[in-house]
């Protein structure tokens, strides 16, 4: 079973929609990178987090890690705290 890296969960979606890495993140804003306030900074749609968070639970972490998807499950809320993207709220999004 291969460890599940945090810095591969987060580049995946920063790298994807927004053409960054956490390294860059922390780089650029390192105020915000010791409180977590960035993550303001690069919010995503519903359909972009559900793509993501479909790519971490099947293909990183069943597939590429052989985690069992109960466990999975199980700990999602925390991969979700530490290294999901906020959504855009559907009010902020021009109509």
Do not use: H
Not at 33 to 59: H, I, L, R
Request: charged letters at 35%; one cysteine or more.
């Amino acid at each position: 079973m291969k460890r599940p890296d945090a810095d591969v969960i987060r580049d995946w979606w920063l790298k994807k929609f927004f053409n960054t890495t956490s390294q860059e993140v922390i780089e650029k804003y390192p105020k915000e990178s010791a409180n977590g306030k960035w993550f303001d900074y690069f919010k995503v749609t519903q359909a972009q987090y559900d793509e993501w968070t479909d790519w971490c639970k099947k293909d990183y972490l069943r597939k590429q890690c052989k985690i069992s998807k109960s466990i999975i499950d199980r700990g999602w809320w925390s991969v979700f705290l530490q290294l999901a993207p906020s959504v855009i709220e559907d009010n902020n999004i021009d109509k």
